[in-house]
């Protein structure tokens, strides 16, 4: 599967963005999801995944009730929707396939896309 990932862009505190990951393929709806950040300087670091239903969602604790993630197996799109962004949101965000469920770990996803930019001004 090859992914896209869209939407990023500079936004002052408090705002919202809304990232989109496009997949290719007849199998998208089989894959666990995940969104992964890396800031200048420092590791790849898990944000969330979503099951392959859609169904079950889970996130690291920094993220959690402020950023939403959800799918279209129809659209074959996974989402992000980020609130309440902070500077330290500030990073390239990353989609990736093939994780199980409740994985966190880079290594469990075998499928990235090729990132884009959130910067969040202070």
């Known amino acids: 599967v090859q992914l896209q990932a869209s939407g990023g862009g500079l936004v002052q505190a408090g705002g919202s963005l809304r990232l989109s990951c496009a997949a290719s393929g007849r199998t998208f709806s089989g894959y666990v999801m995940g969104w992964f950040r890396q800031a200048p300087g420092k590791e790849r670091e898990f944000v969330g995944g979503?099951?392959?239903?859609?169904?079950?969602?889970y996130y690291t604790d920094s993220v959690k009730g402020r950023f939403t993630i959800s799918r279209d197996n129809a659209k074959n799109t996974v989402f992000l929707q980020m609130n309440g962004l902070k500077p330290e949101d500030t990073a390239v965000y990353y989609c990736?396939?093939?994780?199980?469920?409740?994985?966190?770990?880079?290594?469990?996803?075998?499928?990235w896309g090729q990132g884009t930019l959130v910067t969040v001004s202070s």
């Open positions: 990736a396939a093939g994780g199980s469920l409740g994985s966190e770990s880079p290594n469990s996803f075998a499928y």
């Open positions: 979503i099951s392959r239903s859609g169904l079950s969602t």
